[in-house]
């Protein structure tokens, strides 16, 4: 999973940055982005993409990530998603991530097929790259634990909608609690939400 790394370390690039998301098709809560530098001498843990691991490995790969990597997050909320749309505020998601990191990138590898509009520094795209590069992929670790732990943190201002449990996914309970009790200031206005 270094492959890529390694190539961009070959061409001079020592502060390599993979990026992240997790929260673009929920009904509900902020979209996350994670930037993520591996300092290869400090690093040991094997990474996969978050999708892969179980949420308990999950939470021990974040708890490395954390402690031997240097890490951004950045968020934007369910307001500024339907201002803008959910692309674009991905996009601002991951820019904030970046800019929250401790040291400026040389290098971006961004997980999906478009670049960051607006990024100062050189940028990949990686289709897959939570698959394909290490960084990206302790970026999706980092960005799912992140807004899990925001979600738990609504699910108690607003148990109807199960927060804790669906992470504001639209599954057939969360629609029948929209149904129910209508939108929370959680929800994307911008989104179909159960027909509302």
């Known amino acids: 999973m270094q492959r890529i790394e390694e190539h961009l370390r070959g061409q001079g690039f020592q502060r390599i940055v993979g990026i ?16 993520v530098q591996i300092l290869p001498a400090r690093f040991g843990s094997e990474i996969r993409d978050s999708k ?4 308990r490995k999950r939470e021990l ?16 909320s369910p307001a500024e998603i339907d201002e803008l749309n959910i692309l674009q505020a991905t996009f601002l998601a991951m820019r904030r991530a970046i800019e929250a990191l401790p040291v ?18 050189p940028q990949r795209a990686v289709v897959k790259g939570d698959q394909l590069c290490l960084s990206i992929a302790a970026a999706s670790i980092v960005a799912k634990v992140e807004r899990d732990r925001i979600m738990d943190r609504f699910h108690e201002l607003y148990p109807a909608y199960n927060f804790g449990k669906n992470k504001g ?20 206005r911008s989104f179909r939400c159960a027909g509302l």
Not at 52 to 55: I, Q, R
Not at 61 to 76: P, S
Not at 169 to 188: F, K, V
């Open 20 to 35: 992240d998301e997790a929260g673009r098709g929920p009904l509900a809560g902020p979209v996350v982005a994670a930037a």
């Open 52 to 55: 892969a691991l179980s949420p």
């Open 61 to 76: 790969a974040y708890e490395e990530i954390l402690r031997t990597c240097l890490v951004g997050v950045g968020q934007a």
């Open 104 to 121: 400026e990138p040389d290098f971006c590898l961004v997980d999906g097929s478009l670049p960051i509009p607006g990024l100062s520094v």
């Open 169 to 188: 996914y639209p599954t057939r309970e969360h629609r029948a609690a929209i149904q129910q009790a209508g939108l929370c200031p959680l929800h994307r």
